[in-house]
């Protein structure tokens, strides 16, 4: 049976109810979640909160959104930005470049575009999206990393840590005591960008990439790409097969494999973007509803460099 989470919102706003009204009868099974609430007041009478945006799910699956509203894209012959309805999903970012929502000020029409547009992905779909939300979030953590790591050598003046980073960044012969201590500021600049190099190099185009990405849905469930076994189903042409063993779909955090458990526990406390040896990174921000993480593959776990030359 269809439902729709209003939140704290006292209502839909009526056009948008209409949508949702039509698509209900052709999918029962879809549920429309409150995303953005409006504001509206006619003279002295009291604020009304209403729905004018809504996100579509079936089960954990997350389909697009209709929403209700003025959109830039939409202008009349007059200049102005009428009132229209916005429909996005996966689907719509293909056909309509990076704007990735079909504007109208038709309801019939918004509803015909939902219907085509708000369906199921498939698996390789699934597969492709989570990869590249997660490849696109290792963006750039490696430069900003050496580059915070560069910053502390360049104000320091302690010649032995300056000597035992530019062995590390160049290759620069090293000579350090045994009882050389980092200062904690120190260690976390380069633990931070050891992390980053060690995801970095394990996602290089140069390279086969390997690891996990991991995505919370909604009501507890949790989808796992390997993405080495993804590479190869690519690569195969494997990719659409029905039974495809590279994307996994846990109802729950205990039902992960205990690798997973253990470094995802990890990553949850740890700052977006900031990678843990051996561990991975989150990718997304803690406020995002869909969280997103990168797992170190069990591959590329390494001893860290500095065990055999100084104690920490």
């Known amino acids: 049976m269809a439902k729709i989470v209003l939140g704290r919102a006292t209502?839909?706003?009526?056009?948008?109810m209409y949508a949702i009204d039509r698509i209900m009868k052709k999918h029962p099974d879809y549920e429309?979640?409150?995303?953005?609430?409006l504001e509206r007041q006619k003279g002295d009478e009291p604020k009304e909160v209403w729905v004018c945006s809504v996100d579509v799910y079936s089960g954990p699956d997350h389909l697009g959104g209709i929403s209700f509203g003025v959109h830039k894209g939409k202008e009349n012959k007059d200049g102005e930005h009428p009132e229209a309805f916005g429909i996005f999903s996966h689907k719509v970012r293909k056909?309509?470049?990076?704007?990735?929502t079909i504007i109208t000020t038709d309801p019939a029409a918004a509803v015909r575009h939902a219907l085509k547009v708000l369906g199921k992905k498939t698996t390789a779909h699934l597969a492709e999206d989570l990869r590249s939300d997660v490849f696109n979030g290792l963006g750039g953590i490696s430069y900003w990393h050496t580059c915070a790591l560069r910053e502390m050598v360049k104000y320091n003046s302690d010649e032995v840590t300056v000597n035992f980073i530019e062995h590390k960044l160049f290759g620069a012969p090293l000579a350090l005591p045994k009882t050389f201590r980092f200062e904690e500021e120190k260690k976390g600049a380069y633990e931070g960008w050891l992390a980053a190099k060690q995801m970095t190099a394990?996602?290089?185009k140069n390279r086969a990439p390997r690891g996990y990405a991991v995505?919370?849905?909604?009501n507890d469930y949790i989808q796992v790409l390997d993405i080495e076994k993804h590479r190869l189903a690519k690569a195969s042409g494997e990719l659409n097969k029905e039974?495809?063993?590279?994307l996994v779909c846990y109802k729950s955090f205990d039902d992960l494999p205990k690798y997973l458990q253990d470094r995802i526990a990890?990553?949850?406390i740890a700052a977006h973007k900031d990678p843990i040896f051996n561990t991975g990174v989150r990718t997304t921000e803690k406020n995002e509803p869909l969280h997103k993480f990168y797992i170190v593959s069990e591959a590329d776990i390494a001893r860290h460099p500095y065990e055999d030359t100084t104690t920490v």
């Open 11 to 16: 209502g839909v706003l009526p056009p948008l």
């Open 32 to 37: 429309f979640v409150a995303d953005a609430l």
């Open 95 to 100: 056909q309509r470049g990076d704007r990735g």
């Open 202 to 204: 394990a996602t290089e």
């Open 215 to 218: 995505e919370f849905l909604r």
């Open 243 to 246: 039974d495809a063993d590279y």
């Open 266 to 268: 990890v990553l949850k």
